[in-house]
């Protein structure tokens, strides 16, 4: 019981830590307040609190297909949000003081938004999970305990990979930030298909492959693989389809948002240009 708890807990939040490391790693990059992470923690926790307790109902919807569709919705806004992001992130670019305070919010709202759906699609199984043994004496302490050994480990992974983004010289520190973001947001879509397959909103077929026997999903590395990249031993094309799908639009987020920035620096200096000119004359 207790090694059980520390797996199913270690799953739950190792996805949750992580996306919440990189957003840490590129706060940090932009000098951002971190208040960001206090409300969208808070938030998740608490929508979650209120979703587990009244999870029969939810799940009544849809024709008793709540539980997954709004998973599955909650997967497709994180990933919607993550690409909206990385567009703000790219088109970063010198700013008066003003417009630097606006972009913060905007940087600032979106994760808050992202932090807080992971942690109410993570947290409303927490809750469900622990809640099921809060009558039952013998295995309770088990439990608890599992949980809590889970959850260190899983945050303490989220930590390492905060750390290790900031270590990275400064030059590899946005790419490598913006390809974890892509990758996460290719799980999140993937994610959401395998949600919408289970309850045949996506028809059901064979995988495309099968690398079970070479490295497992269930195995540690297999669980951190999947958390950080969305590793599937046995997808299907509706899953592939998703992942790199996610992936794609956030580059081109990327790449729009660069793009971006640069007809802006262009035009800021042909105003400056110009008004340089008129001083002249």
């Known amino acids: 019981m207790l090694l059980n708890s520390v797996i199913l807990i270690l799953q739950e939040t190792l996805e949750a830590a992580l996306l919440i490391g ?12 971190l208040r960001w992470l206090w409300y969208g923690l808070s938030l ?8 587990a307790i009244n999870m029969s109902t939810l799940s009544a919807w849809f024709d008793y297909a709540g539980q997954e569709v709004l998973n599955a ?10 690409i909206v992001l990385v567009w703000l992130i790219s088109s970063v670019r010198p700013l008066p003081t003003a417009a630097s305070h606006a ?9 808050c938004l992202i932090i807080m759906l992971a942690v109410i699609r993570e947290g409303q199984e927490i809750m469900l999970y622990l809640s099921g043994f809060l009558g039952n004496v013998e295995h309770v302490q088990k439990v608890f305990i599992g949980s ?20 990275l010289p400064t030059a590899w520190q946005k790419p490598a930030m913006l390809t974890l973001l892509a990758l996460f947001a290719g799980n999140m879509l993937a994610q959401s298909a395998v949600q919408l397959t289970q309850v045949d909103w996506i028809a059901q077929t064979a995988p495309l492959w099968d690398s079970s026997a070479w490295l497992a999903e269930d195995s540690m590395l297999g669980e951190l693989l999947y958390a950080l990249i969305g590793y599937e031993s046995r997808p299907t094309a509706a899953q592939m389809l998703s992942y790199v799908s996610g992936i794609s639009l956030v580059w081109l ?3 729009g948002g660069t793009y971006y920035a640069k007809q802006q620096n262009l035009n800021g200096h042909s105003a400056d240009s110009i008004t340089s ?3 002249v004359k």
């Open 148 to 167: 809590g050994i889970g959850f260190g480990i899983g945050a303490s992974v989220g930590i390492l990979l905060f750390y290790g983004l900031l270590a």
């Open 73 to 82: 919705i909650m997967q497709s806004m994180i990933c919607v949000f993550i």
């Open 253 to 255: 987020a990327a790449l």
């Open 277 to 279: 000119g008129a001083c």
């Open 103 to 111: 972009y913060g919010n905007r940087f600032a709202q979106l994760c």
């Open 44 to 51: 998740g926790a608490i929508i979650a609190f209120f979703c």
């Open 22 to 33: 990189v957003l840490l790693a590129i706060s940090a990059h932009l000098h951002s307040s």
